[in-house]
């Protein structure tokens, strides 16, 4: 089973849709956890973090469910530039008192005029 | 406020050969990582650095890979010699120390080719 699991796409969605996308993490020791985004051939880039009891930056709603080991990331009123990969990520523990970032493969949004 | 630069942004070189990496992290970020993204594949962590020192290499593929951070500031990843599955996309990360080192700033990556 792969650490962090994502439906790679692609989504193709109409501007001004609304489209949601979901991922499993298979540790349940994970600690913190993260939406990415990647445009193409370029790095990736912070989103926004998942809280517990969930959280809404503008368009964008994450959503945690740490008893499924499952993390959503809700995009409303899509735009053009919201077309990207979407990684998620969440934290394990590691040497000593650190931790790393644990990566999905990422969901490729299309948003189409 | 400058970002992560990373240098030489494409490399391509013979299996065999030898090839340095170079990330100059963000001014004052302390924490420093390595990661690698094979076509195909999930981005993977390989290492991180505080400050000079290493903090986790659990990530590092095999004795073929050397990163050192001399002085805490800029770091190398010297690959040698390189294999054909070395072949991906490396990208370096910097973030300060406390609460908040998952907000990773990641640099443009250089894409590595091994023929």
């Known amino acids: 089973r792969k650490e962090v699991e994502q439906d790679p796409g692609p989504f193709n969605v109409p501007e001004g849709a609304t489209v949601a996308f979901n991922c499993t993490y298979s540790n349940s020791a994970s600690q913190s956890f993260f939406w990415y985004r990647q445009d193409c051939r370029k790095e990736p880039k912070l989103l926004m973090s998942?809280?517990?009891?969930?959280n809404e930056d503008g368009r964008f709603t994450a959503q945690l469910n740490r008893a499924s080991q499952y993390i959503s990331l809700l995009i409303r009123d899509s735009k053009l530039s919201d077309s990207a990969t979407y990684l998620c990520v969440v934290t394990w523990p590691s040497a000593g008192n650190n931790r790393k970032l644990i990566w999905g493969l990422g969901t490729s949004l299309a948003v189409n005029p | 406020e400058a970002g992560v630069t990373q240098f030489p942004s494409h490399s391509v070189i013979e299996k065999g050969q030898t090839v340095t990496l170079r990330c100059d992290p963000i001014s004052g970020h302390d924490n420093l990582y390595w990661y690698r993204r094979v076509m195909g594949k999930e981005i993977k962590f390989l290492l991180h650095?505080?400050?000079?020192?290493?903090?986790?290499e659990s990530g590092m593929p095999n004795n073929r890979f050397l990163a050192e951070r001399t002085g805490g500031t800029y770091s190398t990843l010297k690959v040698q010699p390189a294999e054909l599955e070395d072949s991906g996309v490396y990208f370096c990360?910097?973030?300060?120390?406390?609460?908040?080192?998952?907000?990773?700033?990641f640099g443009p990556g250089t894409r590595l080719t091994v023929t």
């Open positions: 998942v809280y517990s009891s969930g």
């Open positions: 990360a910097s973030s300060p120390l406390g609460v908040r080192w998952y907000e990773q700033y």
């Open positions: 650095f505080v400050k000079e020192s290493k903090q986790d």
